[in-house]
């Protein structure tokens, strides 16, 4: 499920140096694997504990977790939308991701110049902002356009797609992103469509120094503020402070590390959690004596589109699903022993699978 998160931001905000930390991810959740797939896509392995206490009572010969793909995206400039800088890859690599991560730069340091000579990051997300709108501005209306005509002659799916386009027009015209209009779930089908830049969802990330990692500073305030009626998280987090705990080489110096700096866990830790969580993924394990293994899903998935996530024959052929809630798993310590406790449930096929869950599908080619 090659699904991708995208981190944008102005030049010089930590971007980099957070996708760098992010690189280095392995480090800070066990012995899990990392790769890459161009220089600037990453394969990062998501932190989830359950699996770890999973395998803890399976002892599997191995441990498989779930990942999320994030891209580390060309320094934005103003004028973008126009091609400026790098504006057209930049738009181009960002169109090609399902969701965004946008760095704000909330410190102070003289060594470290800023685009626009001052630190402002309510300005600098309005920058990002206004470029991207601009850009699905000119998509909108180049839609509109074609879909006119069809629309006056009477044609009853270009209506409401000229309709919609129109909504999304005038929104667009007020400085305000596409995401902000509500929309119906069959609104929703048709907006894919138009692959506005300014419909994906968003996670604002605010690097700051070292001693605002805990509770934040003002202009970490100033940025919850401006982004309150958006409905999407900001996340605090010190990329620097994050890069020296990379550096460590072992597990117990970066929890000594993190300890001293006040936090319970790493900030990479959280944003690639926040990153799955924002592409509307869940997990689901499988446990044996081979492996213990965490799956991604669309979260909402029944059973047979999980059980397709493993293998297209296992949908193909599904007849059920047996489930384990987690917390039975843990609480009976093994399979055969929640199965006598009578908390083994047998599942079809419109069984929506829930985060968590531990499943073992039957089916029949």
Not at 141 to 151: F, P, S
Not at 155 to 175: P, W
Request: proline content about 3%; charged content about 30%; hydrophobic content about 40%.
């Amino acid at each position: 499920m090659s699904l991708q998160c995208g981190i944008v931001g102005l030049p010089n905000v930590g971007k980099s140096t957070l996708f760098n930390c992010l690189s280095n991810a392995k480090a800070q959740s066990a012995n899990f694997p990392f790769c890459t797939i161009e220089p600037n896509v990453g394969v990062i392995t998501v932190p989830d504990n359950r699996l770890n206490e999973l395998a803890e009572l399976a002892h599997p010969q191995r441990i498989v977790p779930t990942t999320v793909e994030i891209v580390d995206i060309a320094g934005l400039v103003k004028g973008a939308s126009k091609g400026e800088g790098l504006g057209n890859k930049f738009l181009a690599n960002i169109r090609e991701t399902d969701a965004i991560i946008h760095v704000l730069r909330c410190f102070d340091d003289p060594n470290i110049t800023h685009v626009d000579g001052s630190i402002d990051p309510v300005r600098d997300k309005e920058v990002i902002d206004t470029e991207l709108q601009l850009r699905d501005l000119e998509t909108i209306e180049t839609r509109l356009k074609k879909v006119e005509r069809q629309a006056k002659s009477g044609e009853k799916d270009a209506k409401t797609q000229y309709e919609l386009l129109e909504r999304y027009h005038e929104v667009l015209s007020e400085g305000k992103s596409a995401r902000t209009v509500e929309l119906t779930e069959e609104e929703e089908k048709i907006s894919r469509d138009f692959f506005l830049l300014t419909n994906k969802p968003v996670l604002y990330v605010c690097n700051v120094d070292e001693a605002s990692a805990v509770n934040g500073n003002a202009y970490v305030d100033k940025v919850k503020a401006a982004v309150a009626d958006e409905n999407a998280e900001v996340l605090v987090l010190a990329a620097q402070t994050e890069s020296d705990i990379a550096e460590l080489d072992t597990y117990e110096e970066r929890q000594e590390f993190l300890e001293a700096a006040g936090l319970s866990e790493s900030g990479v830790s959280r944003l690639i959690r926040s990153a799955y969580a924002l592409l509307d993924l869940e997990t689901f394990f499988t446990v044996g004596e081979v492996e213990v293994r965490a799956w991604t899903y669309h979260k909402g998935s029944k059973a047979p589109q999980c059980a397709g996530v493993i293998h297209t024959d296992f949908e193909k052929g599904f007849i059920r699903a047996e489930v384990i809630k987690y917390d039975d798993y843990i609480h009976y310590k093994s399979e055969q022993a929640v199965r006598e406790a009578g908390k083994l449930a047998v599942e079809g096929k419109e069984y929506v699978v829930q985060d968590g869950d531990i499943m073992h599908f039957r089916f029949n080619v």
